[in-house]
């Protein structure tokens, strides 16, 4: 069974951090549909349209009737466990430094034996659940877990080489201001963050925040059951950024981009510039000197132990993905971010530091007041990176307007835009 | 030895002083905050262009970026609706001989250490012109509360009513203008209105009265407690912006030791 996994001895100062290695990178295009869907933590095969034969591996045509029209779609992730080894050596370097490494072969009760990981609590012949999780080189590979919860199935290496779990782990969320900053931060706590460090812009004003995140602060030192700091940082000011780096890059495993500035409006209510500057000051360039300043530092800590460098989280605005004009300008920043955050997986890729991107519908705040439910709250949006974390996700959508924007924007992008683009009922 | 002569010998040898009353421009200074949906005022910031490195090998530089009314900065008639009209009301178009002149010193300190909303009013001054003398017409009227000693979040001291700070009624305002005929008036919090002058009638008084009469406005200023309460010339001229309302500058005093 699995032993807890525990907090990590502070680190050797005269040890050489352990340089990251990884997975297999390539794939067949064809594959890369099992990798899209680890990204949102799907369990899918290809499905033969023809014959409604499960596939597996991946191919481009049906191993039954070799029709060509095979899409990915969820499959009920169960099956039994027929056949495994434990590998003791290997000539990829990534697995060499992780053996010994359980493999074998599942049934999958849809119909093909999939080849995959395997959990260190199965047993033999057992029912098993599969998880399609994203490996360190960011492609899905399969692993077999106990279809019955097991203690800390979660510290199994195996399935923590998979995730981006923040148990142990040092997080540095970007902005005290955010009205999510409190819930966030508590439940990370709640889920095994050792320490989470908390960026505050313009400490020579007060914010609504500033006694929550204290007494969050007091009662988490009183109990000994993390650690709370409250930062300098302003992501629109490069000096600053640069500062916390310097003080914290090295020890930053997961940062939690939460930095927003928003204005409601299009490109016409305002007719200047200003606050699309502040949005884009904030939630572009804000998110490039953070990558700036932090990403080299946790690129190179990905294979750094218990509490490695692990995962860059953003938070989005879903209308990155097809712009809402009342909120227009704001879109338009998010959708620069967005772009940005695809530069940032390919520049993390080698290093295997991931980047998720939670996206979010209008949130339960000030500058979406005047809206209508449903809005994400704090607490849900939490949860989101939490989960999304421990289940090692690319992409987060939270909240049911996030989801819905996105299953119309992948139907047809175009519909979507007109949808989102009505002028109204004029003369 | 000419006059000009004469005065750049006493600058080198110390018998006249040059102050600076300036806050060195920093991105963490306070500015003032307004509502979050009115527009608002840039912060200080500073990008790097290149340091003696791949971006540029031999030099280093810096973008600097900010509003016309951060850090020390001057406010011109422009800034304000009452003096949109004002000839010359903008800082390209000022004339220069307006830059340099004499500067009064009333000191508020004790009064703005007791009450944060300190105000100067006509019986305040009164009071220093008693010790002092008349107000000279065409005089820089500074009013000194050590406010430039504090820092971060006394500074702007922003409560949920609003930020405290001492600043002019509406009356002391208008005294200076109407009465002494003053060049424009200094302060050493974030403007020259009180923290809570939007409550006055009319609201902001100092900037309404100042900017309406053509006259100047300084603010975030520092250092007025090594000033004389007379005799002081301030040296005081903002950026030749285009239609600019105000701008940051490095305001200097010259006194005599």
């Not at chain 1, 490494?101 to 999958?108: I, T």
């Not at chain 1, 530091?353 to 519908?361: A, D, E, H, I, P």
């Not at chain 2, 422009?78 to 010359?88: E, F, L």
């Not at chain 2, 010790?131 to 065409?138: K, L, Q, S, V, Y």
Request: proline fraction near 7%; charge should be negative; aromatic fraction near 6%.
């Amino acid at each position: 069974m699995t032993q807890e996994l525990q907090r990590p001895p502070k680190k050797n100062p005269q040890k050489r951090t352990v340089s990251p290695t990884r997975p297999p990178e390539s794939r067949s295009r064809a594959s890369l549909g099992l990798s899209a869907a680890a990204a949102e933590g799907r369990f899918a095969l290809q499905v033969c349209a023809e014959c409604k034969t499960v596939q597996y591996p991946p191919r481009d045509a049906c191993s039954n009737c070799i029709g060509s029209d095979l899409s990915w779609q969820d499959i009920a992730p169960t099956g039994q466990l027929l056949a495994e080894t434990v590998i003791q050596t290997s000539s990829r370097l990534y697995f060499r430094e992780r053996t010994p490494w359980r493999m074998g072969s599942v049934k999958l009760d849809a119909g093909p034996v999939v080849l995959c990981h395997i959990h260190n609590d199965c047993e033999r012949n057992s029912q098993v659940t599969m998880l399609n999780r994203l490996d360190a080189s960011g492609q899905g590979v399969l692993l077999a877990i106990p279809t019955t919860r097991t203690n800390y199935m979660e510290d199994d290496p195996q399935l923590r080489a998979l995730s981006a779990d923040p148990k142990h782990r040092r997080i540095l969320i970007t902005d005290a201001w955010n009205p999510n900053t409190p819930t966030l931060a508590k439940a990370l706590l709640e889920a095994g963050a050792a320490t989470i460090f908390i960026g505050e812009a313009e400490s020579w004003r007060p914010h609504p925040n500033r006694k929550a995140l204290g007494e969050l602060a007091d009662r988490v030192n009183r109990e000994n059951s993390g650690e709370v700091n409250v930062l300098p940082l302003d992501v629109t000011d490069t000096a600053s950024v640069e500062k916390l780096a310097g003080e914290i890059g090295g020890k930053t495993d997961i940062l939690i981009n939460n930095a927003r500035f928003i204005r409601p409006g299009g490109v016409l209510d305002r007719g200047d510039t200003a606050f699309a500057k502040n949005e884009m000051e904030v939630n572009y360039l804000g998110l490039m000197r953070l990558a700036q300043a932090f990403g080299p530092g946790m690129m190179g800590r990905t294979a750094d132990g218990v509490n490695a460098a692990v995962a860059w989280v953003n938070i989005l605005s879903v209308n990155a993905l097809s712009n809402s004009p009342d909120y227009g300008c704001f879109s338009a920043s998010n959708a620069a971010a967005y772009s940005l955050s695809q530069s940032l997986r390919g520049e993390f890729r080698g290093a295997g530091l991931r980047v998720m991107n939670v996206f979010v519908g209008p949130t339960d705040d000030d500058w979406y007041q005047p809206l209508p439910p449903p809005k994400v709250l704090p607490a849900a949006l939490a949860r989101a990176v939490v989960g999304g974390l421990q289940d090692g996700l690319e992409d987060v959508w939270c909240g049911d307007i996030a989801k819905d924007v996105r299953d119309r924007w992948r139907q047809d992008a175009k519909v979507l835009e007109r949808e989102m683009t009505l002028g109204g009922e004029g003369a | 030895m000419s006059k000009l002569e004469a005065l750049a010998a006493d600058i080198a040898t110390g018998a006249v002083q040059i102050v600076d009353l300036t806050h060195t421009l920093d991105p963490d200074f306070p500015v003032i905050i307004l509502p979050p949906e009115f527009g608002q005022c840039a912060r200080f910031r500073m990008e790097e262009v290149s340091a003696y490195d791949h971006r540029g090998p031999a030099w280093k530089w810096h973008n600097i970026s900010m509003s016309e009314h951060t850090g020390t900065h001057f406010d011109a008639p422009s800034h304000w609706i009452s003096g949109r009209d004002v000839p010359n009301g903008s800082v390209d178009e000022i004339p220069v001989d307006a830059f340099v002149g004499p500067a009064v010193v009333i000191d508020c300190s004790e009064g703005a250490s007791q009450d944060a909303d300190f105000e100067l009013t006509p019986d305040v001054i009164n009071k220093w012109e008693a010790e002092h003398g008349e107000i000279p017409a065409d005089s820089w009227v500074l009013m000194r509360t050590d406010w430039s000693k504090r820092s971060g979040e006394a500074y702007l001291n922003m409560h949920e009513d609003g930020p405290h700070s001492p600043g002019p009624t509406p009356e002391g305002i208008r005294f200076l203008i109407d009465e002494r005929n003053i060049r424009g008036f200094g302060t050493e919090t974030v403007g020259t209105d009180a923290g809570q002058g939007s409550h006055y009638t009319p609201p902001y008084p100092a900037h309404y009265f100042l900017h309406g009469a053509g006259k100047y406005g300084l603010q975030c200023l520092a250092n007025l407690d090594q000033l004389p309460a007379t005799g002081a010339v301030l040296l005081a001229a903002p950026l030749k912006i285009k239609n600019g309302t105000g701008s940051p500058l490095r305001v200097l005093a010259m006194v005599t030791k």
